[in-house]
């Protein structure tokens, strides 16, 4: 899946429980704002509760508004903190998403049964306690656990410093690079083919927070790296840029060695983790364990 912070004008925001529909709604020419229906495990008849109650009883004030009025459970309210889908009932902050968490924790959601619903009342939390703050892969990575999207940041652009001192470039500089260069460019594998038709060549189309680039893997390192080259979200690739200036001045760059994405003590990239608890399913992996599976083959050779 490719990053939905966009590189061409368009701006995506996340889930939000005050401004999200369903389905992604355009607010404006500039901004998509991405459904509920992102959120994974927030069922459609939970989505529709919280809709349903917001256009009916007016928009949720607070987080203890929201769960007061019972829309969805609490495993529900889980999901939209962690998603910050409620930051905008908290404000701004790399705190918010753990604040609601603990927030919502405590407050006493409506109880439902077949006799109706027995609201609860909007009480204060009280006062939040120090939380630590999520950090700015932490927060990405929550993102990608919870929705399988993230708006911003784009994962490349939180390792630039590190690609830069290892002599990459970014995929927008490329434009300044001279055909038959040899480069190296550090991404996010947005996509995978292997068609029948292209004789063994596999194509990997790179992402970083400045744009797209198609990568040519030939036969020979497919098979020395197929792993890396079936399997690796976050890669550095060093090759030949190729630019057709028949095709209007097109670039690919012809991989000649592809390594997974390292930091600098030599460990895979990234090793940032998020918090274990009850508000999230994930175990500990990091960002490769989180890449959505549509960066796969799709309907390229399986082999």
Not at 21 to 48: A, F, M, P, S
Not at 180 to 197: D, I, M, N, S, Y
Not at 199 to 227: A, S
Not at 231 to 239: D, T, Y
């Amino acid at each position: 899946m490719i990053h939905a912070g966009g590189h061409r004008g368009i701006k995506t925001l996340g889930p939000d429980v005050v401004h999200s529909d369903l389905e992604c709604t355009l607010t404006n020419d500039e901004t998509i704002q991405l459904g509920l229906c992102y959120i994974k495990g927030l069922r459609e008849e939970d989505i529709g509760r919280l809709i349903e109650s917001r256009e009916g009883d007016g928009p949720y004030r607070s987080l203890e508004d929201l769960a007061a009025r019972g829309a969805v459970s609490e495993s529900a309210l889980a999901r939209l903190a962690w998603s910050g889908a409620c930051d905008n009932l908290i404000g701004p902050g790399e705190q918010a998403r753990r604040s609601a968490l603990w927030q919502l924790g405590i407050a006493r959601p409506a109880q439902r049964g077949k006799g109706g619903d027995q609201l609860a009342l909007e009480l204060p939390p009280g006062e939040v306690p120090e939380l630590p703050a999520l950090s700015a892969w932490e927060a990405m990575l929550a993102d990608y656990e919870s929705t399988e999207v993230s708006t911003d940041p784009q994962p490349i652009g939180l390792l630039r410093e590190q690609l830069r001192s290892a002599g990459a470039v970014s995929i927008a500089g490329l434009a300044e690079v001279a055909h038959g260069r040899h480069v190296k460019v550090g991404g996010l594998v947005a996509a995978r083919q292997r068609p029948e038709t292209a004789k063994g060549i596999t194509f990997v189309l790179l992402e970083d927070e400045t744009g797209l680039v198609n990568t040519v893997v030939y036969p020979k390192l497919y098979e020395q790296e197929r792993l890396l080259v079936r399997g690796r979200a976050l890669v550095l690739i060093e090759g030949e840029l190729q630019r057709r200036e028949r095709d209007g001045g097109a670039i690919n760059l012809v991989a000649e060695t592809i390594a997974p994405l390292r930091n600098e003590d030599g460990t895979d990239a990234p090793v940032k983790r998020l918090p274990n608890g009850e508000q999230t399913s994930l175990d500990g992996d990091d960002f490769e364990a989180l890449a959505p599976a549509v960066m796969s083959f799709a309907q390229g050779r399986r082999r």
